[in-house]
Structures are given as C-alpha cells and as structure tokens.
C-alpha cells in the first residue's frame, strides 16, 4: 500500500501544484497586458455571440482554442487572478501526464527523473502568472504524449482518438499546429503509399485526420468570413515580414507596428533606435496599415516573399538567429543585454547538447524506435521547423519540453548506464591460467625462472 501511494504521481508532483499556485498569486499583474487582453477580449466576443468582428475588420489573429476556455470564467465575472490559477493546474497536470508516458517506456526513476525536469523548468516559471496560451498547451502536448504511448502499450482505439481530439483542440489554441497537421498527414500517407509496413503510417494519418475533422468547424467560420481555405488567422504575415527583415542589426524578432520599440526584452527607448526602425519600415507598414486586416496579412506577406527572394542568405541568418531566441533567448534588435538570458543560455546549451546526443542514438536505433516516438519527433520537427521561419521565442520551443522528455526517458531506458571510472587493465590478470598462455607462445618456463 505504502509503495504504491509512494508511486503514485498525483500525489508525489501535488507539491507543484501549491508552489505554482503560490507563484501566480505572488507575480501576478494587477492589470491585463499583452496578449492577455486580446483573449479576454476574444472571450467577451464569444459572450456576444461572435468571434471575429464582420468584415471589413475582421480580426483571426488567434485560434479559439484559450477564448473557449476562459470564456465560462469571463461571463461569470471571474477575478483574472482566479482564471490564471488554472495555469498551476494545467501545469501539475502535464508534469504528472509526462511521468505516466514515461513510465510506459522506461523505469520509475527515469520517469520521476524527466517529470521534475519539467516541474522545475525554469521558463515554465516565467509564463504561469500570465494569462497566456504557453501552461495549457503544454498540458495538451502532455496529455498528447500520454494518449499515443496508451495506444502504443494498450492497442485499444481509443486512446488513438482521444489522441486525435486532443491534437485538435490543440491546433485551435497554437494555429501553428493547423500547418503541422496538414504537412503531418501529407508526410504520413506518403509514406504509406512507399513502405511495405504502412501500420505506423496509417496510424499518424488516422490522428492527423481526427484532429483536423475538430478544426473543421473553426475552418468553416475562416471560410465564411474571409472566402478563403484552410484560413488559420491572420497573425502570420506580419511575424513572416519580421522574420524576413534585410536590414542588419535586425534578428527577425518582432516589433509593434508603430516601430517604437516598446516590447521584450527591455525597452531600449533611444530617439536613435526609434529612427532606424522608422527609416527601415515605416514607408512600407504605413501603407499596409491603410487597408483593412486581412489585406494587411497579404500584404505583409507579400513584402515578405519580396525580402526573402532578394535576400535569401539574410533570410537564412535570422532563420539562425530565431532558432537561437528559441533556445537561448538571444539575440534581440536594438536591445539592452538582459542578465537574465545568461539563465537561457545555461539551460539552452544543456538541451541543444541532450538533444544531438538523443538524435545520434535515435539515428542508430532508427529500426527499433517505437511509434508514439517516431511520431511525436514528426510532430515536433514540423512544428520546430515552421516556428523557425517566423518570429520565435523561447515560449514557441517551451511547449515541446513533454515531448523532448519522453523522447530522452525512452532512450535513457535503452542506452547502456555510462560510466566515468577507468578500465583497471590488471582487474583479471591473476585470473588468468598458465594453460591459457600454453597456446600464445610465451616460453612460460623461461618467464617464471625470470
């Protein structure tokens, strides 16, 4: 009895679980800020009975996914404090969801193991008081893990379309995903349509299929508004025309339309900066900004392609400098340096040197891989891969820690345990037999007289 309360993960993470609370309540902001208050505004549609205001100002700048959510708690006139509270639950849930994934695969302690790490990541930190998507989709992506590992173990249906209704519903909280899904299930029927074994494949078909028959209610809504297809939003082109910046001294990070400078890290509020981001941009995003929001989108993206096209290699060095904000939270346009990236960097290098370790094992064991492993490193690729050519931050990389876990825990379980002691090169010579060296050739007489 005692053994299985002390294994039990409910009860050894519920610990977490008051020091999240504990930190919300601490660090909380008295006002809404940011993206808070589009959400909460978003929620405030759904109360009227809309999402999007009509056209011409239509606005899809994310998914529903989070409005949905905390939509119940708005209507009810529920303190935004108490609504970010659900943070430390969505939290505690997906570390307790990770070592349950794990544990399908590997021991309790490589399970207890990788379930702290995400319990203690410091970056989870810095997003739980703010009434932002990051702590549940990151429950999500957990519970993700968790329902293709039960597949995988269990080989019962539904955990397979439990999978699928949660990758769906995930792809209405990060519309990035809706790209993952379509490039996902692309990927998967083609290599079902080459591989004599198709069972995994046709698995990740029938869950990316699932998932995007959630979305298909959302899409519809896209079609009507805005008379265009597998319409996402229309946060994209904007990020895409940051990323796509020519200009140097500028990492493909994203600045406010009003080119002042006013956003993370710190705010570098010279009337030297402010000038070069006006000289650099404000001809261009002048003129967008006089049409409405979706022709905004397209034109954002238009000038995009434009930069990309004329320069590519710079393309290719903010794709490189993003990749590095994901990791290491640097660099950063016309920006003081922050002290607290040096936290980032540390914690960065150790995931950048797990990561091309647990990629080398994976490429040698690529036979044996699993498939709830095979396709959550599918999911995330695309996904990493896509966020990469936008403006990234550590928050786009954040919320593929579950997955970056389970996928180290599996292959921790299967790697032989290394070792830092040296071979003791004289451990067995009193073992061995002067019958042994009858055949070596030694004169044995000669080497004892001696």
């Not at 309540?25 to 809404?32: E, F, N």
Request: glycine share 6%; hydrophobic share 50%.
């Amino acid at each position: 009895m005692s053994r299985r309360l002390t294994r039990n993960p409910f009860l050894i993470f519920s610990p977490f679980l008051f020091i999240y609370s504990w930190f919300i309540i601490a660090h909380k902001w008295p006002k809404l800020y940011g993206d808070e208050i589009r959400y909460v505004d978003f929620a405030h549609n759904l109360i009227h009975g809309f999402y999007s205001p009509a056209a011409p100002h239509i606005n899809l700048w994310n998914g529903p996914g989070f409005p949905l959510v905390i939509w119940p708690f708005i209507a009810l006139h529920v303190p935004v404090l108490y609504i970010t509270l659900l943070n430390a639950l969505y939290q505690y849930f997906a570390v307790v969801m990770l070592y349950k994934s794990v544990r399908l695969v590997a021991s309790h302690t490589i399970a207890l193991v990788a379930a702290l790490l995400l319990a203690i990541y410091p970056n989870a930190f810095s997003v739980l008081p703010i009434l932002y998507t990051e702590a549940l989709t990151v429950f999500l992506i957990s519970a993700f893990v968790y329902s293709i590992t039960l597949f995988y173990a269990k080989r019962k249906n539904k955990h397979l379309i439990i999978a699928g209704l949660l990758l769906g519903f995930l792809t209405l909280v990060k519309i990035i995903f809706g790209y993952v899904l379509i490039l996902g299930l692309v990927i998967s029927a083609v290599t079902a349509l080459f591989k004599r074994n198709k069972t995994n494949a046709l698995k990740s078909s029938y869950i990316f299929l699932l998932a995007l028959g959630v979305t298909l209610p959302y899409l519809a809504y896209t079609y009507r508004l805005t008379g265009k297809p597998f319409y996402w939003g229309n946060s994209g082109g904007m990020s895409l025309y940051w990323m796509s910046t020519p200009y140097e001294h500028e990492y493909g990070d994203w600045k406010v339309p009003q080119l002042n400078n006013h956003q993370y890290p710190i705010l570098f509020k010279s009337a030297e900066t402010v000038a070069i981001l006006k000289k650099n941009h404000a001809k261009e995003i002048q003129f967008i900004l006089k049409h409405n929001e979706l022709e905004q989108d397209a034109l954002f993206k238009q000038y995009a392609i434009r930069n990309i096209r004329q320069h590519p290699f710079k393309f290719i060095k903010n794709y490189y400098y993003n990749a590095s904000r994901m990791l290491f939270n640097f660099p950063y346009s016309y920006s003081y340096q922050d002290g607290a990236i040096v936290t980032n960097i540390i914690s960065g290098s150790l995931i950048l040197f797990s990561a091309i370790l647990g990629l080398i094992a994976t490429w040698v064991n690529r036979r044996s891989l699993i498939f709830p492993v095979k396709l959550l490193l599918l999911i995330s690729g695309v996904y990493l891969g896509l966020s990469g050519a936008l403006s990234a931050y550590p928050r786009q990389f954040d919320v593929m820690m579950p997955v970056l876990l389970f996928w180290l825990g599996f292959l921790a379980a299967r790697i032989p345990t290394p070792t830092f002691r040296f071979v003791d090169e004289n451990a067995n010579i009193d073992d061995i037999s002067l019958q042994d060296l009858s055949g070596t050739g030694i004169d044995i007489e000669k080497t004892v007289k001696d």
